[in-house]
């Protein structure tokens, strides 16, 4: 169907359904299953729904709403569609509800008389619906997968658990073989991820691949007072802040950071500075997540060994309009994961001025040029990782050095206007 075509069938308008099936890009960011993946799905909602496309996400139903919908932007809705009981599923175990979350997708747009000029598939459950919509439907289909079956399990057996069981990745990566044969298009984020897919998949797919990374919205974060942001959280002059933004959970290497702490420690006292390592993320309240506590109360296990424990302070999680305070705040961020498909977090903290220290891994050595625009360590070795901490705290020049150069690279290639803009060029390709 040629595009002029596709246009008259959708009324003159162009029309997107993302899929984002475990996601809800409305929910609070930090627990186990809200965290960049959200952040894409809404900002690139947004923003192309500020280039006039309409786009309606659908996510899973996880508790009873009166509303079934819910305007996210201008041109944007969150659609909550019925997928297994109403309460929260792991994402290992969604597969088999998948069907009735596709069901549910296709009464929508029957009962709404809405046709769609693309599908945005995202993880590899997202995929999965946006493959067999394509099929129903015969539309084009976009998909990112934002994580992959292949290297997360590779990551698990180097760094993670010692017993994995090897069953839900089997299925895992059959699922994302298929979703890739059926696809119009596969987003990566970073040539890092489109070699994984031709390494780990198939040669064959290096036409479908086209590389458009994450973005980062520049107003809501962006530089604030220092010594006000301090200020806000009790942070006194003399103290270092060391800072992790996102999930509680033992891929992310919060444990590194952790076990390089009396190291830093040691050095920083005999200029008379003390050290914080504050953690922000992890659903840990009261009528909090069990996994997210039983998480922290492991971290917290291994700093009362180390002796650091009155140096970890645990934030739980924040809205994403009150991180640009933690960021600002901070002296140093670190992210530490043992494998990181982007790194959304590291555009963040460049964007609101505070120097970075990353695993080499993933997608971060793509963003994160060593000693340009922050520092790199090898995955897990925490004593590296507290060298380089005392370097950037100690060297000054160094400090502003890449401060400003992450400020700039941000401005330049990372707002979610060039993002978008890119998204609807492959778009119409497509339609």
């Known amino acids: 169907m040629?595009?002029?075509?596709?246009?008259?069938k959708n009324n003159g308008k162009k029309r997107v359904a993302m899929i984002s099936v475990h996601s809800d890009p409305l929910s609070k960011l930090g627990g186990r299953e809200a965290g960049g993946q959200n952040v894409y799905v809404a900002e690139l909602s947004k923003e192309l729904g500020k280039m006039g496309w309409t786009v309606d996400i659908f996510t899973r139903l996880t508790r009873r709403r009166t509303k079934k919908m819910r305007r996210a932007a201008n041109n944007v809705n969150v659609v909550y569609l019925k997928s297994g009981p109403h309460n929260h599923v792991?994402?290992?175990?969604?597969?088999?509800?998948?069907?009735?979350?596709?069901?549910?997708?296709?009464?929508?747009?029957?009962?709404?008389?809405?046709?769609?000029s693309i599908v945005h598939g995202h993880y590899h459950d997202g995929g999965w619906v946006a493959s067999q919509i394509k099929r129903v439907l015969d539309i084009p289909m976009v998909q990112t997968f934002h994580s992959l079956g292949h290297v997360r399990h590779r990551a698990l057996e180097k760094f993670g658990e010692e017993h994995i069981d090897m069953e839900p990745f089997e299925e895992r990566i059959k699922t994302e073989q298929e979703?890739?044969?059926?696809?119009?298009?596969?987003?990566?984020?970073?040539?890092?991820?489109?070699?994984?897919?031709?390494?780990y998949y198939s040669f064959d797919l290096e036409?479908?691949?086209?590389?458009?990374?994450?973005?980062?919205?520049?107003?809501?974060?962006?530089?604030?007072?220092?010594?006000?942001?301090?200020?806000?959280?009790?942070?006194?002059?003399?103290?270092?802040?060391?800072?992790?933004?996102?999930?509680?959970?033992?891929?992310?290497?919060?444990?590194?950071?952790?076990?390089?702490?009396?190291?830093?420690?040691?050095?920083?006292?005999?200029?008379?500075?003390?050290?914080?390592?504050?953690?922000?993320?992890?659903?840990?309240g009261k009528r909090g997540d069990k996994i997210d506590i039983k998480e922290k109360e492991r971290l917290l296990g291994i700093a009362k060994e180390l002796g650091v424990e009155d140096n970890v302070v645990?934030?739980?999680?924040?809205?994403?309009?009150?991180?640009?305070?933690?960021?600002?705040?901070?002296?140093?961020?670190?992210?530490?994961?043992?494998?990181?498909?982007?790194?959304?977090?590291a555009l963040e903290t460049m964007r609101c001025g505070?120097?970075?220290?990353?695993?080499?891994?993933?997608?971060?050595?793509?963003?994160?040029?060593?000693?340009?625009?922050?520092?790199?360590?090898p995955v897990g070795k925490h004593n590296s990782?507290?060298?380089?901490?005392?370097?950037?705290?100690?060297?000054?020049?160094?400090?502003?050095?890449?401060?400003?150069?992450?400020?700039?690279?941000?401005?330049?290639?990372?707002?979610?206007?060039?993002?978008?803009?890119?998204?609807?060029?492959?778009?119409?390709?497509?339609?």
């Not at 290992?92 to 747009?109: A, T, V």
């Not at 891994?361 to 000693?371: A, H, Q, S, T």
């Open 90 to 116: 792991p994402k290992e175990d969604l597969l088999e509800k998948l069907p009735e979350f596709l069901g549910n997708f296709l009464e929508y747009k029957e009962r709404n008389k809405i046709n769609y």
């Open 314 to 345: 645990f934030e739980g999680k924040r809205d994403q309009e009150k991180l640009k305070n933690y960021y600002s705040a901070a002296d140093i961020f670190i992210t530490a994961p043992y494998y990181e498909p982007f790194g959304m977090t």
């Open 2 to 8: 040629s595009s002029n075509n596709k246009e008259k």
């Open 179 to 199: 979703i890739m044969k059926v696809t119009d298009k596969i987003v990566a984020t970073n040539p890092p991820e489109r070699k994984d897919i031709l390494r």
């Open 354 to 377: 505070t120097p970075i220290i990353a695993s080499n891994v993933g997608g971060l050595p793509y963003l994160i040029k060593n000693r340009k625009n922050g520092l790199l360590f």
């Open 207 to 284: 036409e479908k691949i086209e590389v458009i990374p994450c973005g980062v919205n520049l107003q809501k974060f962006r530089k604030i007072n220092k010594e006000k942001a301090r200020k806000h959280r009790n942070i006194d002059k003399s103290e270092v802040l060391l800072l992790y933004v996102g999930r509680l959970d033992s891929r992310k290497g919060v444990e590194t950071t952790i076990r390089a702490l009396p190291k830093v420690i040691r050095d920083f006292s005999k200029k008379n500075k003390t050290v914080k390592f504050m953690v922000v993320g992890g659903k840990i």
């Open 385 to 431: 990782l507290a060298d380089r901490i005392i370097k950037l705290e100690n060297d000054e020049k160094m400090r502003e050095a890449v401060i400003e150069s992450g400020e700039e690279m941000i401005k330049e290639k990372y707002g979610w206007k060039i993002i978008a803009n890119d998204m609807a060029k492959l778009y119409q390709q497509l339609i």
